[in-house]
Protein backbone atom coordinates (compact mmCIF):
# COMPACT_ATOMS: atom_id res chain seq x y z
CA UNK A 1 0.00 0.00 0.00
CA UNK A 2 1.75 3.50 -0.96
CA UNK A 3 2.73 5.69 1.98
CA UNK A 4 2.11 9.34 1.58
CA UNK A 5 4.19 11.37 3.64
CA UNK A 6 4.71 15.17 4.27
CA UNK A 7 7.85 16.67 2.80
CA UNK A 8 9.44 20.59 3.24
CA UNK A 9 12.45 21.60 1.26
CA UNK A 10 14.04 24.91 -0.03
CA UNK A 11 13.53 25.46 -3.73
CA UNK A 12 17.60 26.03 -3.62
CA UNK A 13 19.50 23.50 -6.39
CA UNK A 14 20.91 21.33 -3.84
CA UNK A 15 17.71 20.50 -2.64
CA UNK A 16 15.52 19.92 -5.63
CA UNK A 17 18.60 17.84 -7.42
CA UNK A 18 18.49 15.40 -4.55
CA UNK A 19 14.60 14.84 -4.14
CA UNK A 20 14.18 14.96 -7.86
CA UNK A 21 14.48 11.42 -8.80
CA UNK A 22 12.75 10.54 -5.39
CA UNK A 23 9.86 12.61 -6.49
CA UNK A 24 9.49 12.09 -10.11
CA UNK A 25 9.72 8.13 -10.16
CA UNK A 26 13.15 8.15 -11.55
CA UNK A 27 14.02 5.14 -9.40
CA UNK A 28 12.01 2.69 -7.35
CA UNK A 29 10.33 4.87 -4.67
CA UNK A 30 8.84 1.42 -2.93
CA UNK A 31 5.56 3.25 -2.46
CA UNK A 32 6.77 6.23 -0.86
CA UNK A 33 4.54 9.43 -1.85
CA UNK A 34 5.49 13.07 -1.04
CA UNK A 35 2.92 15.91 -0.59
CA UNK A 36 6.06 18.46 -1.60
CA UNK A 37 5.94 22.36 0.07
CA UNK A 38 8.47 24.32 -0.86
CA UNK A 39 9.80 27.46 1.55
CA UNK A 40 12.87 29.23 2.57
CA UNK A 41 14.98 27.63 5.45
CA UNK A 42 14.05 30.29 7.80
CA UNK A 43 10.00 29.43 7.13
CA UNK A 44 11.37 25.19 7.61
CA UNK A 45 13.29 26.15 10.83
CA UNK A 46 10.40 28.05 12.75
CA UNK A 47 8.02 25.44 11.32
CA UNK A 48 9.87 22.63 13.19
CA UNK A 49 10.91 24.58 15.89
CA UNK A 50 7.19 25.77 16.52
CA UNK A 51 6.14 22.14 16.50
CA UNK A 52 4.41 22.36 12.98
CA UNK A 53 7.06 20.63 10.79
CA UNK A 54 6.20 17.90 8.29
CA UNK A 55 7.23 14.43 8.27
CA UNK A 56 10.27 14.88 6.36
CA UNK A 57 12.26 18.48 6.44
CA UNK A 58 15.32 20.76 5.50
CA UNK A 59 16.44 22.61 8.08
CA UNK A 60 19.72 24.27 9.13
CA UNK A 61 21.90 22.30 11.36
CA UNK A 62 22.12 24.95 13.89
CA UNK A 63 18.02 23.84 14.85
CA UNK A 64 18.95 20.49 15.20
CA UNK A 65 20.05 20.31 19.31
CA UNK A 66 16.56 21.86 19.91
CA UNK A 67 14.64 19.11 17.89
CA UNK A 68 16.57 15.88 19.74
CA UNK A 69 12.89 15.05 20.87
CA UNK A 70 10.99 15.03 17.93
CA UNK A 71 13.14 14.28 14.79
CA UNK A 72 16.30 12.66 13.86
CA UNK A 73 19.00 13.54 11.08
CA UNK A 74 19.02 11.41 7.77
CA UNK A 75 22.56 10.05 7.04
CA UNK A 76 21.68 11.18 3.62
CA UNK A 77 20.80 14.62 2.06
CA UNK A 78 22.88 17.11 4.06
CA UNK A 79 24.86 20.38 2.24
CA UNK A 80 28.34 19.74 4.11
CA UNK A 81 31.37 20.35 2.80
CA UNK A 82 34.87 22.25 2.22
CA UNK A 83 34.45 25.88 0.25
CA UNK A 84 31.03 26.19 0.57
CA UNK A 85 30.53 28.75 3.71
CA UNK A 86 28.50 31.51 3.95
CA UNK A 87 30.37 34.91 2.44
CA UNK A 88 30.21 38.12 4.67
CA UNK A 89 30.02 40.86 1.92
CA UNK A 90 29.88 44.90 2.15
CA UNK A 91 30.07 47.91 -0.74
CA UNK A 92 32.96 48.96 1.36
CA UNK A 93 36.10 46.28 1.56
CA UNK A 94 37.51 48.30 4.14
CA UNK A 95 34.83 47.93 6.57
CA UNK A 96 35.86 47.81 10.32
CA UNK A 97 34.31 44.32 11.37
CA UNK A 98 35.34 45.36 15.27
CA UNK A 99 32.50 47.83 15.32
CA UNK A 100 29.26 46.13 16.70
CA UNK A 101 27.45 48.98 15.39
CA UNK A 102 27.61 47.52 11.93
CA UNK A 103 23.86 46.79 10.34
CA UNK A 104 24.34 43.26 9.23
CA UNK A 105 21.70 41.39 7.32
CA UNK A 106 21.68 37.48 7.67
CA UNK A 107 19.63 34.88 6.15
CA UNK A 108 18.06 33.95 9.62
CA UNK A 109 18.66 33.98 13.26
CA UNK A 110 18.09 30.29 13.18
CA UNK A 111 20.44 29.53 10.45
CA UNK A 112 23.84 27.77 10.56
CA UNK A 113 25.22 31.15 8.64
CA UNK A 114 23.83 32.91 11.54
CA UNK A 115 25.29 30.67 14.15
CA UNK A 116 28.85 30.51 12.27
CA UNK A 117 28.74 34.77 12.27
CA UNK A 118 28.36 34.32 16.32
CA UNK A 119 30.83 32.08 16.75
CA UNK A 120 33.36 34.03 14.47
CA UNK A 121 32.21 37.54 14.80
CA UNK A 122 30.29 37.91 18.47
CA UNK A 123 30.78 41.68 18.47
CA UNK A 124 28.27 41.50 15.52
CA UNK A 125 24.81 42.18 17.27
CA UNK A 126 22.80 44.44 15.14
CA UNK A 127 21.66 41.16 12.88
CA UNK A 128 18.21 41.69 10.76
CA UNK A 129 16.77 38.47 8.69
CA UNK A 130 15.60 38.65 5.50
CA UNK A 131 14.81 37.03 2.84
CA UNK A 132 18.76 34.92 1.71
CA UNK A 133 17.53 36.04 -2.02
CA UNK A 134 17.28 39.49 -1.16
CA UNK A 135 20.11 39.91 0.51
CA UNK A 136 22.69 41.49 -1.99
CA UNK A 137 20.05 43.68 -3.23
CA UNK A 138 19.53 45.46 0.31
CA UNK A 139 23.34 45.38 0.88
CA UNK A 140 24.36 47.01 -2.62
CA UNK A 141 21.56 49.20 -1.84
CA UNK A 142 23.04 51.08 1.23
CA UNK A 143 20.24 49.57 3.70
CA UNK A 144 22.72 46.92 5.75
CA UNK A 145 26.41 47.93 5.90
CA UNK A 146 27.25 44.11 5.10
CA UNK A 147 25.23 40.78 4.45
CA UNK A 148 25.65 37.19 4.48
CA UNK A 149 25.46 35.15 1.65
CA UNK A 150 24.38 32.33 1.40
CA UNK A 151 23.22 30.26 -1.75
CA UNK A 152 23.32 31.14 -5.09
CA UNK A 153 24.05 34.76 -4.07
CA UNK A 154 27.75 33.11 -3.50
CA UNK A 155 28.29 33.07 -7.29
CA UNK A 156 26.90 36.47 -7.92
CA UNK A 157 27.49 39.09 -5.58
CA UNK A 158 30.57 40.67 -7.76
CA UNK A 159 27.74 41.38 -10.27
CA UNK A 160 26.26 43.66 -7.96
CA UNK A 161 29.94 45.29 -7.06
CA UNK A 162 29.60 44.01 -3.42
CA UNK A 163 33.06 43.01 -2.15
CA UNK A 164 33.76 39.56 0.31
CA UNK A 165 34.54 40.61 3.47
CA UNK A 166 35.48 37.17 4.89
CA UNK A 167 34.89 33.72 3.71
CA UNK A 168 33.20 31.82 7.03
CA UNK A 169 33.11 28.78 5.53
CA UNK A 170 37.19 28.77 5.15
CA UNK A 171 38.12 30.29 8.82
CA UNK A 172 35.76 27.56 9.91
CA UNK A 173 38.23 25.11 8.26
CA UNK A 174 41.54 26.82 8.87
CA UNK A 175 40.12 26.52 13.02
CA UNK A 176 38.95 23.35 12.88
CA UNK A 177 40.34 21.45 9.35
CA UNK A 178 36.92 19.64 9.16
CA UNK A 179 34.03 20.02 6.33
CA UNK A 180 31.33 22.52 7.31
CA UNK A 181 28.21 21.56 7.93
CA UNK A 182 25.12 24.09 6.55
CA UNK A 183 21.94 22.28 5.68
CA UNK A 184 20.19 18.49 6.86
CA UNK A 185 16.93 16.35 6.36
CA UNK A 186 15.44 15.77 9.55
CA UNK A 187 12.95 12.96 9.75
CA UNK A 188 9.72 13.07 12.44
CA UNK A 189 10.69 10.25 15.27
CA UNK A 190 6.88 9.02 15.48
CA UNK A 191 7.46 7.37 12.08
CA UNK A 192 8.10 3.67 12.44
CA UNK A 193 12.21 3.04 12.55
CA UNK A 194 12.15 1.01 9.53
CA UNK A 195 10.19 3.93 7.17
CA UNK A 196 13.00 6.21 8.80
CA UNK A 197 15.30 3.78 7.23
CA UNK A 198 13.51 2.81 4.34
CA UNK A 199 13.18 6.90 3.35
CA UNK A 200 17.17 7.37 4.51
CA UNK A 201 18.27 4.85 1.77
CA UNK A 202 15.87 5.87 -1.08
CA UNK A 203 17.64 9.85 -0.33
CA UNK A 204 20.64 8.07 -1.13
CA UNK A 205 19.74 6.54 -4.37
CA UNK A 206 17.62 9.83 -6.14
CA UNK A 207 20.78 11.77 -4.89
CA UNK A 208 23.39 8.63 -6.56
CA UNK A 209 21.19 9.06 -9.77
CA UNK A 210 21.26 12.61 -10.03
CA UNK A 211 24.96 12.66 -10.00
CA UNK A 212 24.92 10.14 -12.53
CA UNK A 213 22.50 11.77 -14.21
CA UNK A 214 23.09 15.80 -14.14
CA UNK A 215 20.77 16.41 -16.59
CA UNK A 216 17.81 14.50 -15.85
CA UNK A 217 16.47 17.64 -13.00
CA UNK A 218 16.97 20.21 -15.22
CA UNK A 219 13.56 21.43 -15.74
CA UNK A 220 12.89 20.87 -12.06
CA UNK A 221 15.43 22.56 -10.69
CA UNK A 222 15.52 25.58 -12.86
CA UNK A 223 11.56 25.92 -12.31
CA UNK A 224 12.31 26.78 -8.49
CA UNK A 225 15.81 28.24 -8.55
CA UNK A 226 15.92 31.76 -7.83
CA UNK A 227 19.07 32.73 -10.37
CA UNK A 228 18.30 30.78 -13.59
CA UNK A 229 21.73 30.61 -15.41
CA UNK A 230 22.58 27.02 -16.06
CA UNK A 231 26.21 28.00 -14.76
CA UNK A 232 25.45 29.40 -11.60
CA UNK A 233 22.69 26.71 -10.92
CA UNK A 234 25.64 24.09 -11.75
CA UNK A 235 28.03 25.61 -9.18
CA UNK A 236 25.87 25.51 -6.60
CA UNK A 237 25.02 21.45 -7.27
CA UNK A 238 28.66 20.91 -7.32
CA UNK A 239 28.94 22.76 -4.22
CA UNK A 240 26.71 21.25 -2.34
CA UNK A 241 26.14 17.59 -3.65
CA UNK A 242 28.96 15.97 -2.90
CA UNK A 243 29.82 12.28 -1.09
CA UNK A 244 28.64 13.63 2.58
CA UNK A 245 24.84 14.37 0.42
CA UNK A 246 25.15 10.50 -0.22
CA UNK A 247 26.12 9.94 3.87
CA UNK A 248 27.48 11.49 6.26
CA UNK A 249 30.32 9.02 7.07
CA UNK A 250 32.85 9.58 9.87
CA UNK A 251 34.15 12.96 9.00
CA UNK A 252 30.80 14.56 8.47
CA UNK A 253 29.34 13.37 11.42
CA UNK A 254 32.34 14.42 13.61
CA UNK A 255 31.83 18.06 11.70
CA UNK A 256 28.49 18.15 12.61
CA UNK A 257 29.54 17.22 16.44
CA UNK A 258 31.89 20.13 16.26
CA UNK A 259 29.79 22.56 15.15
CA UNK A 260 27.27 22.06 17.42
CA UNK A 261 29.49 21.22 20.40
CA UNK A 262 28.25 18.06 21.17
CA UNK A 263 29.69 14.14 21.19
CA UNK A 264 29.62 12.20 17.46
CA UNK A 265 27.76 9.54 19.74
CA UNK A 266 25.28 12.01 21.25
CA UNK A 267 24.10 12.40 17.49
CA UNK A 268 20.58 10.42 16.44
CA UNK A 269 21.38 9.64 12.84
CA UNK A 270 19.00 6.96 11.03
CA UNK A 271 21.59 4.63 10.16
CA UNK A 272 21.66 3.59 5.91
CA UNK A 273 19.53 0.07 5.48
CA UNK A 274 20.60 -0.54 1.77
CA UNK A 275 19.12 -3.57 1.55
CA UNK A 276 14.77 -3.86 1.49
Not at 42 to 49: D, G, K, Y
Not at 85 to 103: C, E, K, M, Y
Not at 142 to 166: C, P, W
Not at 258 to 269: E, M, V
Request: aromatic share 6%; proline share 6%.
Amino acid sequence: MPTNLSLSISPCPNDTFMFDALLHDRIDTEGIHFETRFADIEVLNTALLEGHGPAVSKASYAIVPYLRGTYRILSAGSALGRGNGPLLVANDPRIDLSDSRLRIAVPGLQTTANLLLERLFPQLKQKTPILFSQIADAVAEGMFDAGVLIHEGRFTYQQKNLSLLVDLGTEWERQTSLPLPLGVILISRQLPEELQQRINRLLMHSIEYGLAHPNASRSFVKSHAQEMEDSVIDRHISLFVNQYSVSLGDEGVLAVSRLLNTSPSSLDIVPHNIFK
